[in-house]
């Protein structure tokens, strides 16, 4: 890449995480998610370790410090929950602080998402030039982070497979996939007539529709009417899906803490989390990969079934090592294919859903549109394996993107459409953050 180049978009990247930075923590956009989000935060800290390692390190202690008892670690943190905020559902509407294991000092919701932060600590970790110095940081960071995987493997694995569930489509990070629809196909909630603000940062047409949002705000309510205990949520809710992404970013960071354990001379800890990782990693092998796609699927353990669908997210258990040597070539193939790259095999890499799939979307959240940091693991976990074309390839596509349509939070895989192609929340924090390790 021309050093020129490279320059302007660690500049511009700079500009964004500085512009988003709040006190103590990042959000992900100014005007879209006013809040700290979890697996937002984990990006953004390791987009602050290559220019400021104090904010990354206060980016991880914010966010711990909203830890609930039981060890969940919630999907948003509401700092400063003032009407001016422009967000809907906050913190009444989730009500999760009527439950006794949420923190008494700020308010969040009682949901999570994809378990980074034991890859994301090991990250930090690895940057830091004075580890003596913060090592208390890292030791107190382990022990939560720790702490947080307890409370899946104990409270979200109810058949004792090592894949852990997830009870919200939020939970997923890929909040909007057209995975859900099979899910929302079994059943019908009520139509809830509240004022969404999403909408009015961005285009309708690329955010989830209303018939969606009942849904989302009714499995919310139904975790409220179960004050968020857990064994009454898993009788109650309808949404109990075992997702590769989640369980593949789970064993990535149980892989990290294994490491770090050893550093920090915790053996019990380590031994636990080696345990936890072999479980995890035949669960995914056994039940959730797909041979007939050449990734991973879902499964619905509310309806007892699978759902297979080619979605980007279906690679992710590349970055923790999981795939054997047959699947992980199977899935460069896939990735390199029609499906993914299109007829011309020039799109860019790597669409959250196949552009040969009948629910594609090009520009609507998680039905089609590229995501850099989906980008960043997929990037990790093929070159881990020796796949260095399909690598530099997402990589490159990664670069391509921002650089023609800007940081936004999602762009269309599609080469040589019109107009911008970068959709959603512009000047996205981790979209920045993700470019700072590429070109670093
Ligand atoms: C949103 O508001 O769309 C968020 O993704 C929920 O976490």
Redesign the pocket.
């Known amino acids: 890449m021309e050093t020129q180049n490279k320059i302007n978009l660690s500049a511009e990247a700079s500009r964004i995480l500085n512009k988003n930075w709040r006190k103590s923590f990042t959000v992900p956009s100014s005007s879209l998610?006013p809040f700290q989000?979890l697996w937002d935060s984990g990006f953004n800290a390791m987009g602050w370790a290559n220019i400021n390692m104090d904010n990354a390190r206060a980016e991880i202690k914010t966010l711990l410090s909203a830890q609930w008892k039981n060890g969940l670690l919630p999907?948003?943190t509401f700092h400063d929950d003032s009407a001016d905020k422009m967000y809907f559902p906050g913190a009444e509407f989730h009500g999760a602080y009527h439950s006794p294991n949420s923190p008494e000092h700020v308010k969040t919701t009682g949901m999570t998402q994809p378990p980074v932060l034991g890859f994301v600590l090991e990250y930090l970790y690895e940057k830091e030039t004075d580890k003596a110095a913060h090592l208390e940081f890292y030791k107190s960071s382990f022990l939560a982070i720790y702490a947080f995987h307890k409370y899946l493997y104990t409270d979200r694995d109810p058949n004792n497979e090592g894949l852990v569930y997830i009870r919200h489509n939020?939970e997923s990070g890929s909040?909007n996939s057209a995975v859900w629809d099979e899910v929302w196909s079994t059943y019908e909630p009520p139509s809830y007539d509240v004022e969404r603000k999403?909408t009015t940062h961005v285009d309708q047409s690329q955010r989830p529709t209303k018939r969606d949002y009942d849904y989302y705000l009714n499995l919310i309510d139904i975790s409220k009417q179960c004050n968020y205990d857990e064994s009454k949520m898993l009788d109650d809710l309808p949404f109990v899906i075992q997702d590769p992404m989640f369980n593949g970013i789970l064993a990535a960071s149980n892989k990290s803490l294994i490491k770090l354990a050893d550093i920090f001379g915790f053996p019990s800890e380590k031994s636990q989390c080696v345990d936890w990782n072999i479980k995890t990693t035949g669960g995914l092998n056994e039940k959730l990969y797909d041979e007939t796609q050449g990734l991973y699927r879902y499964y619905d353990l509310k309806n007892e079934r699978y759902i297979s669908m080619p979605t980007g997210m279906g690679f992710v258990p590349i970055m923790a090592g999981v795939p054997t040597r047959v699947q992980a070539q199977q899935m460069a193939d896939k990735i390199m294919g029609e499906d993914f790259t299109g007829s011309n095999l020039d799109g860019y890499l790597c669409p959250s859903l196949s552009v040969t799939s009948p629910s594609f979307e090009h520009n609507r959240y998680w039905r089609g549109p590229v995501w850099l940091q989906v980008n960043w693991i997929l990037e990790r976990g093929f070159r881990e394996y020796g796949f260095s074309e399909v690598a530099d390839r997402i990589k490159k596509d990664s670069l391509a993107l921002v650089i023609k349509d800007g940081f936004y939070e999602y762009f269309n895989p599609i080469k040589n459409s019109e107009g911008n192609g970068g959709y959603g929340g512009n000047d996205f924090s981790w979209t920045a953050a993700v470019i700072l390790d590429f070109i670093n």
């Open positions: 998610y989000w999907h948003i939020w909040d999403d």
